[in-house]
């Protein structure tokens, strides 16, 4: 029998070559978010991180692929947003990471941005092999509150 | 080929495939004898009292629905199809009042109509009667579980959602008069409660067309680093909104915390209690319809 | 069209109609500086009511034409921030830099003229 978990759910792939594909790949990670029970300002965070990490891709790699799908964790329910590129890839993946928003431009940006925005970040990369960027954000641990743009107020 | 009677008490080997095999013909059998066990199943129900809050025709539908899907779960082998239902099921009856107990009451039950059915089919051979339990159990506990642990969940989801209107209620954001808000805080602040603050000013920005808000923390006895996140962005984001936030009741104690976040302090007005923020923000928007008003258009070029 | 800029008066008026690829930042961007210099405005309305998202992009863009606008002696007001997306940028720590903000249209007009 099939058993509920950490199973992926509904997911969605978006090949990333323009800057055209990064407006579908976050109206994508908007909609699912919004699908999933996240609230207007957790999908914006989702869709604004998404917009951050497609611009990554295009910009460093050429091309790549977002893959969105919803998780679900005991009660948490949640969207998990996967960036892969086979682009040169980042040499050092901790500096990048490490470095403040003052003193970044371009990728490290793009990426300080993404992990303000979502619950976390992962980064998987190796000059010549291409980066991976696995990011999540889950319900309940975002901005909890009722839709207050589609209550009668 | 040779011709070979096997009376259906004897089967010749232990192994899944029979397990495959009997179960298939237990699914059979709970087909055939569907009708009869529906309303087995219902008499119980009513006999216990469950489901009061329904009416016997709508008993009926839902117990003819979920005995199908029941029965189809068994046979394939996956609960997706009877997942879907039960929430769907759940979001249906939550709010006309049942209780988890009655939805596990119910699920029971069932089970058991289902087993003793079984066991007076099978009752000649207790051999073949516990390879038939042993292909019935693990799959009925399954459904069991899942049927009740989907009511559970949309409970719990109805719940947070309950708890979020409660929060609403007790965060209010007042309008005091045109384009300025107070939003007076009362309580320990936790992060999920600054979130909620923080939706709440900016929609209340938005509706009111607030130029100012007074936030009032004097009711506040202390906010850890997080939290003091939250009010600095909720402050940055009232400002992208083209709204001026002053700071009421700041006690040492959190300016102190503020200062150790790395705040410049002078990036949000703080003023003694919220009368004199009101004041101030009224003083402010006062300058304003002045200058406007003294100004001399320009003229075109 | 996804931007129509109008002059009011001195000043420009730019509504976003719907959300922008990068390529389409960058021809705001330009037309922006080029139609400020052009009617020689004394300020700029950019109405991003419609606007899902603000990125770093966006507010890199927003701040490159307030520099140059500034420069020319012109004011630059962006309108029109949903709560989402004022949320989004100040969890992001996005700073609009030189460029002045207002609830809506009428009063991003109103701070132009006090």
Do not use: C
């Not at chain 1, 969605?12 to 800057?19: G, T």
């Not at chain 2, 320990?188 to 607030?210: M, Y």
């Amino acid at each position: 029998m099939t058993s509920r978990g950490h199973a992926a759910m509904n997911e969605i792939r978006v090949p990333i070559a323009s800057d055209a594909d990064a407006v579908t790949a976050r109206q994508h990670g908007r909609e699912a978010a919004l699908r999933i029970g996240l609230s207007r300002s957790e999908a914006t965070f989702v869709a604004t991180a998404i917009s951050e990490i497609a611009r990554n891709v295009t910009t460093h790699a050429g091309s790549g692929e977002i893959v969105i799908h919803e998780v679900r964790d005991g009660e948490r329910v949640g969207i998990v947003v996967i960036a892969h590129d086979e682009g040169p890839g980042i040499a050092d993946v901790g500096a990048v990471l490490a470095s403040d928003y003052a003193s970044t431009a371009g990728l490290g940006l793009g990426l300080w941005g993404a992990r303000q925005l979502m619950d976390d970040l992962e980064i998987t990369s190796e000059p010549g092999k291409g980066t991976t960027v696995t990011m999540r954000k889950w319900s309940g641990m975002g901005v909890l509150g009722i839709d207050l743009d589609n209550h009668g107020s | 080929m040779t011709d070979q009677l096997t009376p259906p008490a004897q089967a010749p080997a232990e192994g899944p495939e029979i397990d495959a095999e009997l179960l298939r013909e237990l699914v059979a059998h709970l087909r055939q004898a569907g009708t009869a066990l529906r309303e087995e199943w219902t008499r119980r129900i009513t006999e216990a009292q469950l489901l009061s809050v329904m009416t016997p025709d709508e008993i009926f539908s839902e117990v003819t629905a979920v005995y199908d899907n029941y029965v189809d779960a068994l046979e394939s082998g996956s609960v997706e199809a009877l997942e879907a239902y039960a929430k769907n099921l759940s979001e249906r009856i939550i709010p006309r009042g049942v209780e988890t107990h009655e939805v596990l009451g119910v699920v029971l039950l069932l089970r058991d109509v289902l087993a003793r059915s079984l066991f007076e089919k099978y009752q000649d051979d207790r051999a073949l009667l516990n390879r038939v339990l042993d292909a019935y159990e693990p799959a009925a506990n399954r459904i069991a579980v899942t049927v009740s642990v989907s009511f559970v969940e949309e409970r719990e989801r109805v719940i947070r959602q309950q708890q979020v209107a409660i929060r609403e209620l007790s965060t209010p954001v007042l309008k005091v008069r045109d384009q300025l808000l107070i939003l007076p805080i009362i309580g320990a602040l936790d992060t999920a409660r600054a979130r909620q603050l923080t939706e709440q000013l900016l929609h209340g920005i938005r509706e009111n067309r607030a130029k100012f808000v007074v936030i009032d923390i004097t009711g506040v006895p202390a906010i850890d680093m997080q939290v003091a996140n939250h009010l600095v962005q909720a402050v940055r984001a009232s400002g992208l909104m083209g709204a001026r936030v002053i700071i009421t009741g700041l006690s040492a104690e959190i300016a102190q915390t503020l200062v150790n976040i790395g705040l410049d302090l002078s990036m949000m007005q703080s003023v003694g209690d919220l009368q004199g923020g009101i004041e101030e923000a009224e003083r402010q928007l006062r300058y304003a319809v002045t200058r406007t008003g003294d100004e001399p258009r320009n003229g075109e070029s | 069209m996804t931007v129509s800029i109008l002059k009011q008066r001195e000043y420009l008026i730019a509504s976003i109609q719907s959300n922008l690829t990068d390529t389409e930042v960058v021809a705001l961007r330009d037309a922006l500086i080029a139609e400020v210099i052009r009617h020689r405005a004394r300020g700029v309305i950019v109405d991003v009511a419609l606007l899902d998202v603000i990125d770093s992009f966006v507010s890199r863009s927003l701040t490159t034409v307030a520099r140059t606008n500034r420069m020319r002696g012109a004011r630059t007001v962006v309108v029109g921030i949903q709560p989402a997306v004022a949320a989004a940028m100040s969890q992001f720590g996005l700073q609009l830099d030189g460029i002045e903000t207002a609830l809506d249209l009428e009063a991003g007009l109103e701070l132009l003229d006090a």
